[in-house]
C-alpha cells in the first residue's frame, strides 16, 4: 500500500510532448520555472495564428532555403513559403508537425541533433522564438547549426532582451493541473551572443532590436566571402551596435 501514493503521483506527470501537444490543441498551459514568477502562461495562442509584422521583420533575414528549428505549429515555417522560400519545419512534437503540415507546409517529426535532409546545404538555419534555448546549451545547439549550413549560410536568431548572463533553467508545463517533467532550456540575451558566437566558430553579421524584440544573423566564421565577408567585418559585433526598425 506504501507505493500508491507514488503512483498516483507519477500519473499526474507528463513528459514535456505531451503537455506542448495539449497546449498546440488549445489548453491552458503554463511554464514553470522559466522567469521571476512561478509560472508564465505560454503564448501558444500566438503561435497558433499567422505570422506578424514583427515576426516578417525576422523572417526577411532568412535567404534561400531555409529549416525551421522548433517549428512548432508551424506559422513561421507558413510564412517562409509565402515568402517564397523552400523551407522545412522539424519540430520532436507529432502534433506540431501536423498542425504545420495542415498550414500546407513540409515538416518531419525530428530531432535537430538526428540526421537530416540536406545537411550541409541549407542557406539558413532559424531559430525563431527563442529556440537557441532548446536543450539548454546554445553552444552545442549554434555548433550544430553550422553543420547544416551551406559555406555560405547564415543562421537566424530571436533572442531575449539584452541584460544579464545566459541562463541554463529546468522548466517544465504544467496542463489542466498536471505537471510535465523538467527539462533544460537557456535563455539568450541579445548582448550575450557574441561570446557564443565565438565559441561556436560563428561571427555575428547584424543585431536588430525592432519594436521590443531582438534577432541577429550570424555566419562560419571561416565562411564568409565576397559582400556578407564586407558586412560581417563593417559590423563586427559591439554592445552598441543596433540598428533600429520603426
Not at 545537411?119 to 537557441?132: I, M, P
Amino acid at each position: 500500500m506504501t507505493s500508491l501514493p507514488q503512483v498516483r503521483e507519477e500519473r499526474l506527470h507528463l513528459t514535456p510532448a505531451a503537455a506542448y501537444a495539449a497546449a498546440l490543441r488549445g489548453e491552458p498551459c503554463r511554464v514553470l520555472g522559466l522567469g521571476d514568477d512561478p509560472a508564465t502562461k505560454l503564448s501558444a495562442r500566438r503561435w497558433l495564428g499567422d505570422a506578424d509584422p514583427v515576426d516578417h521583420r525576422l523572417l526577411s533575414l532568412c535567404r534561400g532555403a531555409t529549416v525551421d528549428v522548433g517549428c512548432g505549429p508551424g506559422r513561421m515555417t507558413q510564412a517562409l513559403l509565402e515568402r517564397g522560400h523552400a523551407a522545412l519545419g522539424i519540430d520532436i512534437v507529432a502534433e506540431a508537425v501536423h498542425q504545420t503540415r495542415a498550414r500546407g507546409a513540409v515538416a518531419l517529426q525530428r530531432d535537430v541533433f538526428s540526421t537530416l535532409p540536406g545537411e550541409g546545404r541549407w542557406d539558413t538555419v532559424l531559430f525563431a522564438d527563442g529556440n537557441v534555448g532548446i536543450g539548454g546549451n546554445p553552444v552545442r545547439l549554434l555548433r550544430r547549426a553550422a553543420e547544416l549550413l551551406a559555406s555560405t549560410g547564415t543562421v537566424v536568431v530571436d533572442l531575449s532582451q539584452p541584460g544579464g548572463p545566459v541562463q541554463i533553467r529546468h522548466i517544465g508545463l504544467e496542463v489542466s493541473g498536471r505537471r510535465s517533467r523538467f527539462f533544460p532550456w537557456a535563455i539568450v540575451p541579445a548582448d550575450q551572443l557574441e561570446l557564443l558566437a565565438e565559441a561556436s566558430a560563428l561571427q555575428v553579421l547584424e543585431l536588430i532590436e525592432h519594436r521590443g524584440r531582438w534577432f541577429a544573423e550570424l555566419a562560419k566564421a571561416n565562411g564568409m566571402s565576397g559582400r556578407r565577408a564586407c558586412e560581417g567585418a563593417r559590423n563586427e559585433w559591439s554592445p552598441s551596435l543596433r540598428r533600429r526598425t520603426q
